[in-house]
């Protein structure tokens, strides 16, 4: 039986108490560290170890399982505060989150008890595969196939870009149980894949920005599992399993893209200040001030945005609409905020001494991941037209 969903909350205090210890962390730990990883493009090892202490492997995860238990709202202002330094360490515990929301979401009783306190501690760390090399957006038309043999499963395909790929060791692995099902999704399954024979790492891709993270290719050629790794037991269920965790997804996403709209925007008030040009400082120049003008508005409408969103979920609201009105608003703000801060900064901006050209390099991730900017005003033009039929 899966898990039934627990509203959950927080006191104020607990969480101003929470959000310093970020800021304090991301202060002395992340903001001077993060221009050479990137550059480097260095997975960030002593960050991890960081990370596992602060316990943000386990943020979401349900405290019975050795988690934080924070509410979704919580949790997008931890990364917004990362975000706003740093946004590529984010998806360190991001895609890990959503590998133990499927287990705890939709995963049998052995299944959260074998797995969920590992995840929360950091002991095992992992990610979501679905993506193919021929199928992202249309995650129906994957080729990654398990036959069942005895009982266990034995699978054969490629995975490609996925997050913590290389450094991670357990994936939540989307496979066709029936590649001949019809409606497609009807023959899907989501397994627990942990890196055993059979499970090999192909290259590490290179990427414009969100470097130190590592993204990969995932190979699997007579990959045996017990039937015990399919998530919930039945299969069939993968597809909704693998989008069943969308909300709290767009969410992560729409939280990153506030951090960078908001660490762009910090950087370019400060620039302006105390760059002067023709005798005063660039931000008494009128064409400046309507930079910073939109580029506030932006940051605190996806903000606010994005607060209702997960004050939404945090109620047990359904809020798939409002998530991806938020994963939207905020990824393109995230977009125009960077590189409107990169303008402000002159040639500077362009310069790698600088901190705006990573964030101009991270930016369109946002807009691509957990549902592309294009279908995602698609599915919120069907949801809105639903909500408001003519009566
Ligand atoms: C850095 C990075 C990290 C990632 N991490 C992960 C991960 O951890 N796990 C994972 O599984 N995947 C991951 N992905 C993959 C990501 O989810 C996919 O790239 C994304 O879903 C888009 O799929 P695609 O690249 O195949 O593009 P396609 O699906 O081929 O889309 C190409 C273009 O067509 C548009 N399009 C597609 N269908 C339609 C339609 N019906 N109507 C209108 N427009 C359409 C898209 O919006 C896009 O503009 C990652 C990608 C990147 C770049």
Known sequence: MPAKPQLRNIDPEDEAQLLATIDRWVDRE????????DHADRYP?????????????????????????????????????????????????????????????????????????KL????????????????????????????????????????????????????????????????RHKGMGLFIAPKQKGFTVGRK??????????????????????????????????????????????????ARGVGVAEGALQLATAYAQVRKTFGKPICEHQAIQLKLGEMATRARAARLLTLDAAAAFD???????????????????????SIESLRIHGGYGYSKEFDVERLYRDAPLMCIGEGTNEMQRMLIAKQWIKRNPVS
Request: glycine share 12%; net charge negative.
């Open 30 to 37: 992340v903001r001077p560290i993060a221009r050479a990883y």
């Open 45 to 117: 090892t002593e960050t991890v170890e960081q990370m596992k202490e602060l316990g943000l492997f386990g943020a979401t995860i349900a405290q019975e399982h050795g988690g934080l238990g924070l509410p979704a709202g919580t949790y997008a202002k931890i990364v917004m505060r990362i975000s706003r330094d740093w946004m590529a360490i984010t998806g360190i515990f991001n895609s890990h989150l959503m590998l133990a929301l499927a287990i705890e979401k939709f995963g049998t009783k052995p299944q959260r008890e074998a797995w969920l306190s």
């Open 120 to 183: 929360a501690s950091g002991e095992v760390r992992g990610g979501l595969a679905l993506t193919e090399p021929d199928a992202g957006t249309d995650l129906q038309g994957i080729r990654t196939t398990a036959r069942r043999d005895g009982d266990h499963y034995v699978i054969n395909g490629t995975k490609t870009w996925i997050s913590n790929g290389i450094e991670g060791s357990c994936f939540a692995l989307l496979v066709k149980t029936d590649p001949e099902a019809s409606p």
């Open 205 to 254: 891709l290179e990427k414009l920005g969100y470097k130190s993270i590592d993204s990969g290719e995932l190979i699997f050629q007579d990959y045996r599992l017990p039937a015990d790794h399919l998530i919930g037991g039945e299969e069939g269920q993968g597809f909704y399993q693998a989008t069943g965790g969308l909300e709290l997804g767009r969410l992560n996403v729409a």
């Open 315 to 337: 109620r047990g609201e359904r809020c798939d609409m409002e998530a991806g009105m938020a994963k939207y608003f905020a990824s393109e703000a995230a977009l125009e905020n």
